[in-house]
C-alpha cells in the first residue's frame, strides 16, 4: 500500500507500512516528480544519492527510467524507535533523489506506519511478592508492568488478574504514566492464609495478552504468647538417681512462625533457693535433669518455675510449674578407713622404684608395692568399715574376695570388731612364681536391696635378686664352615646364645661373655654382650683345627649379680678343598708328581704283593670318600698285564678323618722280562667333593731278572776238545760267553778232575779263566766236573757241567775210528750229565713256582663257559701241531730219500787222506761250494758260516804261528757206527752243533754235516741218531 503526499513542490512524503517483504513497490518517481518537462522528456533517470547507508539500505530503485522505488530490506519501526533512528510516534525516513540528466535533487519522505506485531511480555516468569500481615487496606505493591514494542492502539491498554475473585488484592494500571501495582482491600491474617498464588494478565488494542505468575507471601507478626501443654507438671525421681538423670519434658507452643515462634525455656528461682544447683533445664527441648545428688533425708520435695520466651519482636512468655517428689531408697554404701601399719604411704604414681609401701588411689582402689622378701605374719594395714543409712541398712558384713578361682592368696584378713580388721601376710612371696596379686575385701550392708563396696587391692611383688641366670640350652654344638671370607672387620654371625632370668630391672638384666684361656679361641670368637650373638672373626681350617670349645657366662647386673655358664662347641664344616694324600708304602714317602717304580721278580708266585699305595684325604665325610680310575697305555689292557689290582676301605681313627683308601698290587700272570720289562700303569685318585679333587699317580712296575736261563758256557761244552801239546803246552779259555747279562754274579768252582792224577796242572779260577798245562799231561782223556753258580741279586742257579778234553801229540792219530766213536760217546755223556745237573740245580727253585702257579690255578675255580673255551683252545692247539708234524715229516722223508739216491750214484771216497811231513793226516775236500784249505794256503774266511766271524777273524789273526793241519779235522761215520740213544729231552746233535768253523786257540773244529756220517748204502731205519744237550 503507497500513500502520497505532496507537501508542496519541493518536499514529497510517501505513506508505507513496516515489514513489507523485499520487492515490494514503495513509490513511482516518475508519478511523484511529474511537470511538463518530465512528460515531454522520456529521456530522465531516476537515482539515490546514497545506496548503502542509512536510510537508504532500505530502499532501491528497480527500473531507473521508470523510477519504481521497492523494498531491499524489511523495515522494522520497533526496531528503528527502540533505537531512536525515527521518532516513535511518527517514524520518517528522508531520502534524496537524483533526476538525470539534469542532475536535479528531490526530497523524499517515506512515513513508515507501526503494525501490532508484538504481544506483551513479562521481563519476569514469576513476581514473589511479600506483605506483613497486619498491612492496612489500601496498601500498595509496586509491579513491574509489561513491554509491547508496538505503538500507539498496537501497545498494552489494560491489566486484570485470574482468579478475579476471592483474592485480598486488586490490580491498578495508570495508562498515561505506565505504573502497575497491588492494592490491598481486605484485612490480612497470616495464621489465616500465609500466602496467596495468581496471575496477571496484560492487553494490547489488537486483543493480545501476556501474563505473568506472581507469589505474595504474608508476613508473620509476633501477635501470639506461648502456652504450655499443662500448666503444672509431677515428677517423682528416686533419692538415688544418677546425676543426668531426665525428670521431665516441658513444652510449650506458639502460634506465629519463624523467630516468633521460636521459644526458649528457663529455670526462675529465688537467690536463696538451691533448685538451680540440683536441676537443669535445656532452654532448647525443655528437659529437666538432675544435676545434683538427691537425699531424701536431707529434702524430699522441689518446685520448679518454668518460663517460655518467643524469639520474635516485643517477645512474649508463658510459664508453667513442675513439682519433684524425691523417693527414699537405700542409698548408702558401706566404706572404708584404712589405718597402714607396715607400710609407707606415697602418692599415686604409675612408676617408682620404691618397695614396702602403698598409694590409694581411690576409696575403693589401693596398690601395694611388697619385696619378695618381705617377712610373713605381719599385718600390712588396718581398716574400719562405716555406713551411713541406718538400722539394717547400716549394719554391715565384710569378707576377703579373690578375684582369681586358681591363685591362693598368700593373704588374709582379721576381724578386729564388727567393722573393724586388718590384713595380713601369712605366706612368703616369690616374684618368679606370681609377680602380682589382684584381690578385694567386700562390705555388705543389710538393706534392701543391699548394697556393697569392694575395695579393690592390687598387691604387686617387687623384685630381690635371688635368681641366678638361666641358659635356654646346656652343652650346646654348632657348626661353622671352613674358608669363610670375612667382608667385616665384626665377623659373622654363628650361634646365638640365650639366656633367661625371672628377675626384674637390672636383676633381670643379663650380660654374656665367653670364658676361655685358649688364645685362639679369643682370636677367632666374640661375643655380643647385650643379645648374646657369638660372631666368627677369622677364617677357619678343619683340617688345622677342627672344633672349639668354650664357656660362655650369663651374668645379671643386680646388687650382688648373680652368674651362670654353659658350654658350647663350634665344629668346623668341611669344605673340599684338599685333594688326596697317597703314601707309597714300600719306602712310606708321600707320592709327589714323580713315578713310582716297583720292581718285581719275574718268577714272583700268584697273589706276590708288589706294591701298596695308601692314600686319604685330610677332608671328612663326602668329600673324604675316595675313589680311583687305572689307565694304561695305549697298547696295554687289563688282560694283558699279569697284575690283580684290587682296593679296601680302612676305618680311620677319631683323630684322623673317616677313611683311608689302600690299593693293592699282586701277581695275577706268568710274567717274562724278556718278553716285557716294565708296564706303565696310571692310577687317578679322587675324592667325592664337589667339585671333586684329583691326584695322579704314575707307576711304572719294572720286572727284575730271575736267572731262570743259568749261565752259558761257550762251545767248549758243546763237543769233545782236543788239544795237542806240542802246539799248546798251556792251554787258557774262559768259559762263559761275552753277553752273559751284567747283573749276574757268576762263579766257577772245580769239583772233580779225572783222571785224579792230573789235578795238578788243571787250574780253574773262579771268574771263568782255565788253564791246562797240557805239556805235563799224558796221552788220553781229561774230564773235568765244573760247578757254575750263576746269582742275580735274587735268585741262584747251580750247573754241574763236564768238559772232555782229548790230550795227545803230534804223534796221536787223530783220525782213529775208536776217537771218533769216543767223540760221539763224550759228547753225549757230558751234555747228559749237564742236564740233569742242571736240572737238579734249579728244581727247588722251578718247583716253587710251578707249585704256586698250580696251586693258584687250582683255587681259582673257571666257570662253566671258561671250561669251555679251555677245551676248544686246547683242541685247536693239538690239532694244529698235529697236522704241522705230519706234513713236516712226510717232506722230509721224501728229501732224504732223494738223497740217498744222488749219493749212492757217485763213485769216490768222500774223505781222501794226505800224509804231511809231520805226520799229521789232512784231508781237502770241496762240495756244494765249500773250500777248506790247507795251512800253508790262504784260508776263504769270508765263505765260512759262522754268525761270529768277526770274532773268528780275530782269533785267528791272535795266533803268531799259522795253524797247524791238526787243526782241521774231519769226522767220518761208517756204517759200523752203533746208534747212540738219548733222553727225549735232548735234541739232535746235528740240530744243536753250530754248522760254522770254530776256531780255537790252537785248533778248529769243522762242522759234520750230515750227509758225511752216511755210508753210500746207509739205511735210514737204521742209521746213527746223534743227540746232544746243552744247558
Not at 543409712?389 to 584378713?413: A, E, R
Not at 713315578?595 to 685330610?618: F, M, N, P
Not at 683242541?875 to 701241531?881: A, D, E, Q, R, Y
Not at 769270508?942 to 804261528?961: A, E, F, G, M
Amino acid at each position: 500500500m503507497m500513500f502520497i503526499n505532496i507537501v508542496h513542490a519541493d518536499f514529497y512524503t510517501v505513506t508505507t507500512t513496516e515489514k513489507l517483504p523485499v520487492s515490494s513497490t514503495v513509490a513511482k518517481l516518475r508519478d511523484i516528480f511529474h511537470d511538463e518537462s518530465m512528460t515531454q522528456n522520456n529521456n530522465i533517470d531516476f537515482s539515490m544519492a546514497k545506496r548503502d547507508e542509512y536510510p537508504y539500505m532500505y530502499f532501491i530503485i528497480n527500473h531507473s527510467g521508470r523510477g519504481i522505488l521497492t523494498i531491499q530490506k524489511p523495515i522494522d519501526r520497533d526496531e528503528l524507535c527502540r533505537t531512536r533512528k525515527c521518532r516513535c510516534d511518527q517514524c520518517d525516513l528522508q531520502l534524496e533523489i537524483i533526476l538525470n540528466p539534469h542532475f536535479n535533487i528531490e526530497l523524499l519522505t517515506i512515513r513508515v506506519l507501526d503494525i501490532n506485531d508484538h504481544i506483551p511480555q513479562f521481563s519476569y516468569e514469576n513476581f514473589n511478592l511479600s506483605i506483613v500481615e497486619n498491612a492496612k487496606i489500601g496498601s500498595v505493591l509496586k509491579l513491574e508492568p509489561a513491554v509491547d514494542r508496538d505503538y500507539g492502539q498496537n501497545s498494552i491498554i489494560a491489566y486484570h488478574l485470574i482468579p478475579s475473585s476471592g483474592l485480598p488484592f486488586v490490580v491498578q494500571y495508570d495508562i498515561n504514566r505506565g505504573d502497575l501495582s497491588l492494592i490491598v482491600h481486605e484485612q490480612l491474617d497470616r495464621e489465616k492464609d500465609s500466602s496467596y498464588t495468581f496471575l496477571l494478565v496484560a492487553s494490547d488494542g489488537g486483543n493480545q495478552t501476556g501474563f505473568v505468575r506472581i507469589f505474595v507471601t504474608i508476613q508473620d507478626v509476633n501477635d501470639h504468647s506461648p502456652i504450655f501443654d499443662k500448666s503444672h507438671y509431677y515428677s517423682n525421681i528416686s533419692e538415688n538417681s544418677p546425676i543426668g538423670t531426665v525428670l521431665v519434658q516441658v513444652h510449650a507452643n506458639d502460634f506465629d512462625e519463624g523467630r516468633n515462634a521460636q521459644l526458649t525455656y528457663q529455670l526462675l528461682s529465688s537467690s536463696h533457693d538451691e533448685t538451680t544447683s540440683c536441676f537443669d533445664l535445656n532452654e532448647n527441648t525443655g528437659q529437666i535433669r538432675l544435676t545434683c545428688q538427691l537425699d531424701y533425708e536431707y529434702r524430699q520435695q522441689y518446685s520448679l518455675e518454668i518460663e517460655a520466651k518467643d524469639d520474635g519482636e516485643g517477645s512474649k512468655t508463658g510459664y508453667c510449674t513442675v513439682h519433684v517428689n524425691v523417693v527414699n531408697v537405700n542409698d548408702n554404701r558401706p566404706l572404708f578407713q584404712l589405718y597402714p601399719s607396715q607400710l609407707e604411704s606415697i602418692p599415686y604414681s604409675s612408676s617408682h622404684e620404691k618397695t614396702n609401701v602403698y598409694t590409694q588411689i581411690d576409696q575403693e582402689h589401693i596398690i601395694l608395692y611388697l619385696s619378695e622378701s618381705f617377712q610373713p605374719n605381719t599385718v600390712l594395714f588396718s581398716f574400719i568399715i562405716t555406713d551411713n543409712d541406718f538400722g539394717d541398712s547400716g549394719q554391715v558384713t565384710w569378707k576377703l574376695v579373690n578375684n582369681n578361682s586358681n591363685q591362693q592368696l598368700p593373704f588374709d584378713i582379721s576381724r578386729a570388731a564388727d567393722n573393724a580388721g586388718d590384713l595380713r601376710l601369712i605366706q612368703s612371696l616369690d616374684r618368679e612364681s606370681i609377680e602380682q596379686y589382684k584381690f578385694g575385701i567386700m562390705a555388705s550392708d543389710n538393706g534392701n536391696p543391699r548394697l556393697t563396696t569392694v575395695l579393690d587391692i592390687h598387691v604387686i611383688v617387687t623384685d630381690v635378686n635371688d635368681v641366678s641366670p638361666k641358659f635356654l640350652q646346656q652343652n650346646m654344638t654348632a657348626t661353622v664352615n671352613e674358608h669363610v671370607s670375612i667382608s667385616d672387620t665384626n665377623g659373622y654371625e654363628v650361634y646365638h646364645v640365650q639366656a633367661y632370668d625371672s628377675d626384674k630391672g637390672l636383676n633381670g638384666k643379663i650380660e654374656y661373655q665367653i670364658i676361655t684361656t685358649d688364645n685362639d679361641i679369643k682370636h677367632s670368637f666374640t661375643i655380643d654382650q647385650q643379645t648374646g650373638i657369638i660372631r666368627a672373626i677369622k677364617s677357619f681350617d678343619r683340617e688345622i683345627r677342627d672344633k672349639y670349645a668354650m664357656e660362655v657366662e650369663a651374668r645379671d647386673k643386680g646388687n650382688l649379680s648373680r652368674a651362670s655358664r654353659t658350654n658350647i662347641v663350634f665344629f668346623i664344616t668341611d669344605q673340599n678343598d684338599h685333594a688326596p694324600m697317597c703314601y707309597d708304602l714300600s719306602d712310606n714317602q708321600t707320592i709327589d708328581q714323580s713315578k713310582i717304580k716297583w720292581l718285581v721278580k719275574e718268577s714272583s708266585a700268584y697273589g706276590t704283593i708288589i706294591g701298596r699305595i695308601q692314600c686319604h684325604d685330610v677332608d671328612i665325610g663326602q668329600n673324604g670318600l675316595l675313589g680311583y680310575n687305572i689307565h694304561y697305555n695305549d697298547s696295554e689292557t687289563m688282560t694283558m698285564i699279569p697284575f690283580s689290582i684290587n682296593s679296601q676301605n680302612i676305618t680311620k681313627t677319631i683323630s684322623q678323618s673317616n677313611q683311608m683308601l689302600l690299593i693293592i698290587f699282586t701277581v695275577n700272570g706268568i710274567m717274562d722280562r724278556e718278553l716285557k720289562s716294565t708296564y706303565d700303569i696310571f692310577i687317578q685318585v679322587f675324592d667325592n667333593g664337589n667339585p671333586r679333587h684329583l691326584t695322579f699317580i704314575p707307576i711304572i712296575v719294572a720286572i727284575v731278572d730271575v736267572d731262570d736261563k743259568c749261565a752259558k758256557l761257550d762251545s767248549l761244552s758243546k763237543t769233545l776238545v782236543m788239544i795237542n801239546r806240542d802246539l799248546i803246552p798251556i792251554f787258557n779259555r774262559q768259559l762263559y760267553e761275552k753277553y752273559i747279562r751284567v747283573n749276574e754274579n757268576i762263579t766257577f768252582d772245580l769239583i772233580n778232575i779225572n783222571p785224579i792224577k792230573n789235578s795238578y796242572y788243571v787250574k780253574l779260577y773262579s771268574n771263568g779263566s782255565l788253564v791246562i798245562h797240557s805239556s805235563s799231561i799224558d796221552d788220553g782223556y781229561l774230564s773235568l766236573n765244573i760247578q757254575i753258580k750263576n746269582f742275580d741279586g735274587i735268585t741262584s742257579c747251580i750247573v754241574l757241567e763236564t768238559i772232555v778234553f782229548y790230550i795227545g801229540s803230534n804223534d796221536t792219530d787223530w783220525t782213529s775210528s775208536k776217537l771218533t766213536q769216543d767223540i760221539l760217546l763224550r759228547t753225549n755223556e757230558t751234555h747228559g750229565k749237564r742236564n740233569s745237573n742242571s736240572r737238579s740245580a734249579n728244581y727247588n727253585t722251578l718247583s716253587t713256582t710251578e707249585q704256586t702257579f698250580f696251586k693258584q690255578f687250582k683255587n681259582s675255580t673257571p666257570t662253566k663257559s671258561q671250561y669251555i673255551i679251555i677245551i676248544v683252545i686246547s683242541l685247536s692247539i693239538f690239532i694244529f701241531v698235529l697236522v704241522f708234524a705230519t706234513i713236516f715229516c712226510m717232506i722230509d722223508r721224501i728229501f732224504k730219500k732223494k738223497k740217498c739216491k744222488s749219493n749212492s750214484s757217485q763213485n769216490g771216497h768222500i774223505l781222501k787222506t794226505h800224509i804231511t811231513a809231520n805226520g799229521i793226516n789232512k784231508q781237502q775236500q770241496e762240495k756244494n761250494g765249500k773250500r777248506i784249505c790247507s795251512p800253508n794256503k790262504t784260508y776263504d774266511i769270508d765263505k765260512i758260516k759262522s754268525p761270529s766271524k768277526k770274532r773268528l777273524t780275530n782269533d785267528v789273526r791272535s795266533n803268531s804261528s799259522p795253524p797247524s793241519p791238526a787243526n782241521y779235522i774231519r769226522l767220518n761215520a761208517t756204517r759200523t757206527t752203533p746208534r747212540l740213544n738219548h733222553s727225549s729231552r735232548s735234541n739232535s746233535i746235528m740240530s744243536n752243533v753250530d754248522l760254522t768253523a770254530i776256531y780255537t786257540r790252537g785248533y778248529s773244529y769243522t762242522p759234520i754235516e750230515i750227509d758225511d756220517f752216511y755210508p753210500p748204502d746207509f739205511n735210514d731205519n737204521k742209521g746213527i741218531e746223534l743227540r746232544m744237550t746243552t744247558v
